[in-house]
């Protein structure tokens, strides 16, 4: 009887230890030679408020962030005229995703400032965003740059 508990804390414990190196060895081979997916270049937001970029080959997605805030998007643009909308400053990055290959590294940042002035508004022009097409909103200048 005795035999048999030793038996069975000896077969207890290799089982463990297979277990742990499979895990470890998966964990460490889905990521040690798989390759990235190139970083998207060029990042643009020009007055009409759609943000774009070179367009990546073979990638299925792109992940945008802005702040702390992310959008996955399947073209090399996002309009980002309603998620800029409030006064403040926006820090945009952008990074692709390919099938068979790790997420790229984040794009160089592009960094956007919106000041609204008190006490003025107009209407949005816009007419390709029906939710604000009409909408009163405040007057608002932008500064893009790169940070």
Partial sequence: M???????????FVIMAAVAFILAAVALGCTK???KAPTP???TLPSN?????DEVEGVMEYVVRINEDYYT??????????????????VISVAARA???L????????????????????????QSSGSVFGAR???SRFYGERV
Avoid: H
């Fill in 73 to 90: 998007v399947t073209e090399n643009k996002l309009d980002v005229f309603e998620l800029t909308d409030k006064a403040g400053t926006y």
């Fill in 137 to 139: 909103v405040a007057r």
């Fill in 103 to 126: 997420q790229s590294e984040w794009s160089k940042a592009y960094g956007r400032k919106r000041f609204c002035s008190r006490g003025s508004s107009g209407k949005a022009k816009r």
């Fill in 49 to 53: 408020e759609i943000l774009q970029w």
């Fill in 41 to 43: 270049q060029n990042l």
């Fill in 33 to 35: 030679d798989a390759p």
């Fill in 2 to 12: 005795r035999q048999l508990r030793q038996m069975k804390k000896v077969w207890y």
């Fill in 99 to 101: 099938s068979g290959k």
